[in-house]
């Protein structure tokens, strides 16, 4: 990443060194920028190679900064890409945490519903009406779809955790083929 931050810092210096350039020559007296850049090269050969050289360096930096660049997009492609994978998952996540909380609300009313039950059935001693039991039957009847409910909920989180390492397996296995 730091490097990325260097070569950032380098365009942009670059940028800013021909922004000054540019200023100074079109402030230079109303000389246009085309008459400007034209320069007058002596015909020795010296010159010649020390010009050919710099153009060579130019256009070494003007590759040098295109694969910057493309450096730079394709790390910043990169990281909306994870950026976005991981909102989703935490998305899911989120959701699949809620539905574990209604699940574990609804158990513990279930449970102690049952415990009161329970309490009455106990309490009643030998004198057991039939609405006792069978209130005592509902409420255990529902602890144990409650509690079904709760581990469906939890299977279904750790098949959604597993999938992903499913399908990773599976393409690994795909390219061995291939």
Do not use: C, W
């Not at 490097?3 to 800013?16: G, K, M, Q, T, W």
């Not at 060194?17 to 000389?31: C, K, M, N």
């Not at 020390?50 to 256009?59: C, G, K, P, W």
């Not at 909380?101 to 329970?118: G, H, I, P, S, T």
């Amino acid at each position: 990443m730091t490097d990325i931050a260097e070569y950032e810092r380098r365009i942009s210096f670059a940028l800013e060194r021909i922004a000054r350039g540019v200023e100074t020559l079109t402030a230079g007296g109303g000389v246009s920028i085309s008459e400007s850049l034209v320069v007058e090269v002596p015909e020795d050969d010296a010159s010649a190679a020390q010009i050919a050289e710099l153009r060579d360096a130019l256009e070494a930096e003007r590759t040098a900064n295109a694969q910057l660049s493309e450096r730079v997009r394709a790390i910043r492609e990169k990281q909306e890409t994870t950026l976005s994978t991981m909102e989703k998952r935490l998305a899911q996540a989120t959701r699949s945490y809620e539905g574990a909380q209604v699940e574990l609300a609804r158990l513990k009313r279930a449970n102690a519903d049952l415990a009161e039950a329970n309490r009455a059935l106990i309490e009643a001693g030998n004198d057991l009406a039939p609405h006792l039991i069978n209130r005592a039957l509902q409420a255990e009847l529902e602890s144990l779809r409650a509690a079904r409910a709760a581990e469906v909920a939890e299977l279904g989180d750790i098949l959604d955790s597993i999938e992903p390492l499913i399908e990773a397996q599976e393409q690994m296995g795909a390219g061995d083929h291939a």
